[in-house]
């Protein structure tokens, strides 16, 4: 693989401005030997060198990968739940989206190639876009978000997460791309960044006293956020309790009356622009709870303690800091539970 010129520099991901870093090359500026050799997911990876042409099967690696100034290298997205961060819209004006949920294997390899990339296992197992060794053999590398892996196994790949998501995980994903790609400095760039909207969004958080539901999508069973995934990381991080932190699980479907028995005192409600099905807008979500006779006695809804996140935020990617400071930022505005 021959190295590529950048027309233009890096972007910043996560801050509301954006800062831009001249740079000649995309490779070559962050000191990676190759061939690199990567302990990913259980799969060990190896890369010869920075890849050219990289396909990203769902917003959560297409927005790392624009964050780290490499959109000249991407031929390919997939699997949105929401626009894509408004900070990152001009790098990625010129991607091309092979399809807004999951693109066949066929339309995969027709984008040509060297590099995919996931944030969930399900696009690398059978019933999924093509497993692994599929891409292997055409001489595509792949590369798994360490969020979706514990112990090895991808956990939307059909393993089972036990260990509670950390922000390290992401971290490491960020850190791994990067060197991927030969842009080690920008990775750490973005992971200081990260580090320090955290640190400001809740300093001085205090929320020890409300209990939260994390709602993501549907009406019938809802998803909510089970004390495993990246949505409980957002409760943990600001000093709340999530409702439903007993379950060892990221995105369980619940009863309704259970939810009532909980009576969270805040619901955080995924407001899905992708709206596929019920319940997918935050518009609808607040409707039925409110309108419904079971939902509508619940202490959150009587109090109209909402605060909306877009689903990618309730997601493990550069967006749960967004989450972060919307949670905290809401809280702040209701104040105590009276």
């Known amino acids: ?84 961060r408004e900070n990152l819209a001009a790098a990625n004006a010129d991607v091309p989206r092979l399809a807004d949920n999951a693109p066949t294997y066929e339309v995969v390899l027709d984008a040509d190639p060297d590099f995919v990339t996931a944030s969930f296992g399900r696009h690398f197992k059978d019933g999924g876009v093509a497993d692994r060794a599929r891409f292997a053999e055409t001489g595509t590398g792949t590369y798994l978000s360490p969020t979706d892996c514990d112990n090895g196994v991808s956990i939307n790949g059909g393993g089972t997460r036990t260990n509670a998501l950390t922000i390290d995980s992401l971290y490491q994903e960020i850190t791994e791309v990067a060197e991927v790609f030969d842009v080690q400095d920008r990775g750490e760039a973005l992971v200081t960044d990260l580090q320090e909207r955290l640190a400001a969004a809740t300093d001085g958080m205090s929320a020890s006293g409300d209990s939260m539901a994390f709602w993501f999508a549907d009406t019938k069973s809802p998803y909510v956020a089970g004390g495993l995934g990246s949505a409980n990381l957002i409760a943990t991080t600001v000093g709340a309790t999530n409702a439903y932190s007993d379950i060892d699980d990221d995105w369980p479907a619940v009863g309704w009356e259970t939810m009532v028995d909980r009576d969270p005192s805040v619901l955080v409600l995924g407001d899905l622009l992708r709206a596929r099905f019920p319940g997918d807008l935050l518009a609808d979500k607040i409707a039925f709870l409110e309108s419904d006779p079971v939902t509508s006695t619940m202490t959150a809804v009587r109090n109209k303690r909402y605060i909306s996140l877009h689903g990618a935020e309730m997601n493990p990617s550069i967006r749960l800091v967004d989450g972060v400071e919307k949670v905290a930022a809401g809280l702040r505005e209701m104040g105590p539970q009276s």
């Open 1 to 84: 693989m021959t190295t590529l010129a950048l027309a233009a520099g890096m972007i910043a991901a996560c801050g509301e401005s954006e800062a831009v870093s001249e740079v000649e090359t995309i490779g070559g500026n962050g000191e990676t030997s190759y061939p690199l050799v990567l302990d990913n997911c259980g799969q060990s990876i190896t890369i010869d060198a920075p890849p050219q042409r990289v396909v990203s099967l769902d917003q959560n690696s297409t927005e790392i990968l624009l964050s780290l100034g490499l959109q000249d290298r991407m031929v390919g997205t997939a699997s949105w739940t929401d626009p894509v």
